[in-house]
């Protein structure tokens, strides 16, 4: 639809209200129990082995430009970088989309300035390869087999070529950890991947790192959305098969509302 | 024509530049007001406050501008198009070329006119010299030896007849030719020097105010795209419009157009980037410097021959040598390179098939044997191997292609929609705390 | 191990190659039956009314030829067959509109059927999303000529085509999951027909489209494109690639059937099986 409606309208507010709470008890103190989420808790073990092996790692943010899913990839490209700078290992960021390069050359440049290692940072390390899907991958397996890396980390939304990269990368032996909201994707990456974080856990990947109550507070919110949603869909299921008439009327009252 | 080019892109410009008013305008009033971190309103108001003046501003100075430079009669007092004669007229006709300038509008006491030229004729040549091109007009009107006074023969297509006009050149369209470029490029300066200064002030922001203007234009990005979606096409909360019509839709035009044309500046950068860095590879010799070298011939090539095929107009020739070159690095490189890396993906999935799917637990077991079921009912092998059941019995639904449909079409479905609604919300949380200046963590906490 | 791990990977390589092109030479008629959603799209092409036109979004670059280019001629073999005239459009990939008139060329003569009377070219048109809400309400305000610069109004196949109303049945055939921009502002607001023809991979999300009614008919890749063509019945291009495509599944399950035995002997021998991936642990373990 071009604009929203009544219904849409409330559903939303419900949604986002839940979040602001949650957001806002959270920052009162309130301690929240987040799960272990593997995949995340995998990437200090992953960076740490790069660096035992003396081999850099490589970090690929999928093929969309400066999206939500780009931005939560960068979080984690943040948190690597820093621990890649700690450690005195390299970190080698090929870029898809070029509206990202200036935002990843930054932030990386930033984290190893705060690692105080900022002589360290080699700048050619983040580097625009090609906004054209096979191009990018092509160049990314020639990097992932001439650097000879020991750990690889797929964050962002990836298309057909997330199993040309993981399948490159398990030929040098490298470690690999997956995040991406992209169900198409996640298959492949669960099957070649030594861990993978699927769906909505991707979004979760700030707050699992950071530990901030804010970030904390709207992943327990989210929870409240989901089931929201959950809740409807099981209430119009039941109610579709049990009594269709007043499935019916009720559909038509929300078509007064503008549905 | 002036106005048809200034009109559209004057509102990109003046809403552009009166948000970045409006935004230094937060550091101004902001500054004044004294905002604290954590007091969003005053920082809207002070935004709000800043756009309005400044969109007033700028809306006065663009009428003065208009007065001065009136709209002038474009040269012939013709306004044209780019129009291709079909393959059957042109043969017929005996045309050489099928490229011409179709008149869309005609000044009533212009040269053109005076000449017996109609709207809908259509140009192909002058004094002998084709015009297919955008500018090709004003461009053979410069000619040596044309004047004011001087007759030219225009030829041209009307309906499916040609037709000879003498137009006799006025003063008018001679000064119509350089007015014309000359407001365009005075346009173009203007903008960039305007651009050039805000970027320069925007920069000599103490850090504070950035992230703080940052912050604001975030907030009211958020807010206008909110309002635009929820509020109706049409609605009497609008009561002031000419049929109530949402005052917001006419913006997401301009403000989409002008986010894509920053992004279409950005490649630049990518080009930047991979020029430095193999040009260093080249420069110092280093490991892999033939393949930088391959890369700069690669660049060089495909923007030489891309661009010259689409401005040569004889390039049009499938046999022509430079359109020879343009397919041959299109189809035989670019196309063909793309499909084979594509290709890799059929034996890396038989690889990982072979190393990696594997049976551990009772969950797994019983997705692989979906998976070979969905995989077998989309292959004519699998289908000819229940072949034998008849499609019309009550054993139908075994047929594997059925309980791969049934696989498909409600498991898959179902699994699919639910990961799509916990992926949507977790963007809408996101969304939500970058709007309101919640977001924690990489360069949201950072000074800019 | 590592001499197993590099020739294994060869070896599983070239049988792959083999299992593709083999079938290519060797001539193997097997059965076709096709499935719900192909049968649903073509429903939806044959009730296309007369007063209206059909859109073909060739939203696809020359990579994914192999599924969307033989989706794309599919569809438009069946529009002539059937005399229904439509329109190409492209506002995704800009090359998308010349693939789809080469190919609507290619079957033009077989059908003795006229450009600008049988079918147009739109072009491609920049803006996405903002593009598609202005086209949806007024066709001709952004589409103005044709993609050769004829202006649209003197073309006979345009006649009472002015928006997205007057649209009986628009199928998007791509790589990319455009579909949604399409469904929040063509089906959304004039509830326009869709078909979605995707690629292989992109088929499995669209099946919450189908279900719910927002896409009418649904071809998933080159699958898609074979049962379209068994449906009408003309045996092309799409059916012949299938029978490799099968050779190759069949492999690929083969595969993974061998490579669980393997590991499964290797579990109960308590030795690492060359085919063991590294680390231990996997999401949700």
């Known amino acids: 639809m071009e604009h929203g409606n009544w219904f849409l309208f409330s559903l939303l507010l419900v949604v986002v209200l839940g979040i602001v709470v949650t957001i806002l008890t959270a920052r009162s103190g309130r301690e929240l129990f987040l799960r272990r989420i593997p995949g995340l808790s995998a990437i200090d073990e992953a960076v740490g082995r790069a660096t035992e092996m003396g081999r850099p790692i490589l970090f690929s943010i999928g093929l969309q430009g400066l999206t939500i899913d780009t931005l939560q990839a960068l979080a984690v490209v943040q948190h690597v970088a820093r621990l890649a700078a700690r450690y005195g290992n390299r970190m080698v960021l090929p870029i898809c989309h070029p509206v990202v390069l200036p935002v990843a050359e930054e932030l990386t440049r930033e984290a190893w300035q705060a690692e105080g290692k900022v002589d360290a940072y080699r700048p050619d390390d983040v580097r625009f390869l090609s906004d054209q899907q096979w191009a990018y991958v092509a160049g990314v397996i020639g990097m992932i087999n001439r650097e000879r890396v020991a750990s690889v980390f797929y964050f962002g939304y990836f298309y057909a070529e997330a199993l040309l990269l993981a399948e490159s990368a398990q030929e040098v032996g490298a470690i690999q950890v997956a995040g991406t909201p992209a169900t198409t994707q996640i298959p492949f990456f669960l099957v070649t991947c030594d861990y993978t974080v699927i769906g909505d856990e991707f979004y979760a990947a700030s707050a699992y790192l950071t530990r901030e109550p804010t970030l904390l507070g709207s992943l327990v919110g989210q929870d409240i959305g989901k089931t929201v949603l959950m809740a409807l869909a099981v209430a119009g299921t039941v109610l579709a098969n049990a009594y269709w008439p007043l499935a019916n009327k009720i559909v038509g009252l929300l078509r007064g509302f503008g549905l | 024509m002036i106005v048809g080019i200034v009109k559209p892109s004057a509102s990109v410009v003046l809403t552009l530049a009166a948000i970045l008013f409006g935004l230094l305008g937060v550091y101004l009033i902001g500054g004044r007001l004294r905002p604290t971190a954590g007091r969003p309103v005053r920082h809207v108001a002070a935004v709000l406050i800043a756009v309005v003046v400044g969109h007033l501003v700028l809306i006065g100075i663009s009428r003065y501008l208009k007065q001065l430079f009136r709209p002038i009669a474009p040269p012939l007092g013709i306004t044209t198009q780019e129009y291709t004669v079909s393959r059957a007229l042109a043969r017929r006709l005996h045309l050489s070329q099928r490229k011409g300038l179709e008149i869309t509008w005609m000044s009533e006491g212009g040269s053109a006119a005076a000449g017996g030229l109609i709207p809908t004729d259509v140009v192909l040549g002058l004094d002998g010299h084709p015009t297919g091109g955008p500018g090709d007009i004003s461009r053979l009107l410069r000619r040596e030896g044309v004047g004011v006074g001087s007759l030219i023969s225009i030829r041209l297509l009307r309906g499916e007849q040609m037709a000879e006009a003498r137009v006799r050149v006025r003063r008018a369209d001679v000064l119509a030719v350089y007015r014309y470029h000359l407001l365009l490029l005075v346009a173009l300066l203007a903008s960039m020097i305007a651009w050039v200064l805000a970027f320069a002030l925007l920069n000599r922001l103490p850090a504070g105010a950035k992230k703080r203007l940052v912050v604001a234009a975030t907030f009211v990005a958020g807010v206008f795209y909110s309002t635009e979606y929820f509020l109706p096409a049409q609605s009497r909360l609008v009561w002031w419009r000419a049929h109530h019509t949402n005052p917001l839709s006419e913006w997401l035009g301009p403000w989409g157009t002008a986010a894509q044309v920053i992004a279409g500046f950005t490649i630049g950068l990518g080009v930047i980037n991979l020029v430095l860095i193999h040009g260093k590879t080249i420069g110092r010799l280093r490991r892999g410097w033939p393949n930088s070298m391959a890369f700069f011939a690669a660049l060089v090539a495909m923007l030489v021959f891309g661009i010259w095929q689409s401005y040569l107009p004889e390039a049009a020739k499938p046999d022509h040598l430079v359109r020879v070159v343009y397919n041959y690095l299109f189809d035989g490189f670019y196309v063909a390179l793309g499909a084979a890396v594509f290709s890799v993906l059929a034996f890396y999935i038989a690889t990982a098939a072979y190393r990696a799917f594997r049976i551990r637990t009772a969950e797994a077991g019983f997705m692989m044997a979906a998976a070979f079921i969905v995989m077998l009912g989309q292959i004519p092998l699998g289908m000819w191997l229940t072949g034998g059941i008849d499609r019309s019995s009550l054993f139908a639904p075994l047929r594997v292609e059925n309980i791969s449909g049934w696989i498909l079409a409600v498991i898959n479905m179902a699994g699919s929609r639910a990961i799509l609604f916990g992926v949507a919300v977790g963007a809408l949380a996101m969304s939500l705390r970058i709007w309101l200046n919640l977001e924690r963590g990489a360069f949201f906490d950072q000074e800019i | ?285």
Do not use: C
């Open chain 3, 1 to 285: 191990m590592e001499r197993a791990r590099f020739w294994t990977r060869r070896v599983i390589w070239l049988l792959t190659a083999a299992a593709l092109i083999v079938p290519m030479l060797v001539r193997i008629r097997l059965p076709m039956f096709p499935s719900s959603p192909a049968r649903k799209l073509y429903r939806a092409v044959e009730a296309i009314p007369p007063d209206k036109i059909m859109v073909i979004s060739t939203s696809w670059e020359p990579g994914t030829y192999g599924e969307n280019g033989l989706q794309t001629e599919a569809l438009i073999r069946h529009a002539f067959e059937s005399n229904k005239r439509f329109a190409i459009f492209g506002w995704i990939y800009p090359p998308g509109p010349e693939l789809g008139q080469n190919i609507a060329e290619g079957l033009a003569k077989r059908y003795h059927k006229r450009y600008g009377v049988d079918w147009v070219n739109w072009g491609y048109r920049p803006g996405y999303a903002d593009m598609i809400r202005g086209w949806a309400k007024d066709i001709r305000a952004i589409v103005s000529t044709d993609a050769y610069g004829t202006p649209i109004g003197m073309l006979p196949v345009m006649k009472g085509v002015h928006t997205a109303d007057d649209i009986g049945l628009m199928v998007e055939i791509t790589p990319t999951d455009s579909i949604g921009t399409l469904v929040q502002f063509v089906y959304g607001v004039h509830r326009t027909p869709l078909g979605y023809a995707p690629t292989g991979v992109m088929a499995a999300e669209a099946y919450a489209l189908l279900d719910s009614g927002q896409v009418v008919g649904l071809l998933r890749g080159l699958v898609g494109a074979a049962e379209y063509e068994d449906l009408l019945r003309h045996r092309g291009e799409a059916y012949r690639r299938m029978i490799p495509q099968s050779f190759a599944h069949a492999l690929i399950i083969l595969l993974v059937i061998l490579g669980n035995v393997l590991y499964l002997l290797g579990r109960r021998q308590g030795e690492e099986t060359p085919t063991e991936v590294q680390g231990e642990q996997r999401a949700g373990d």
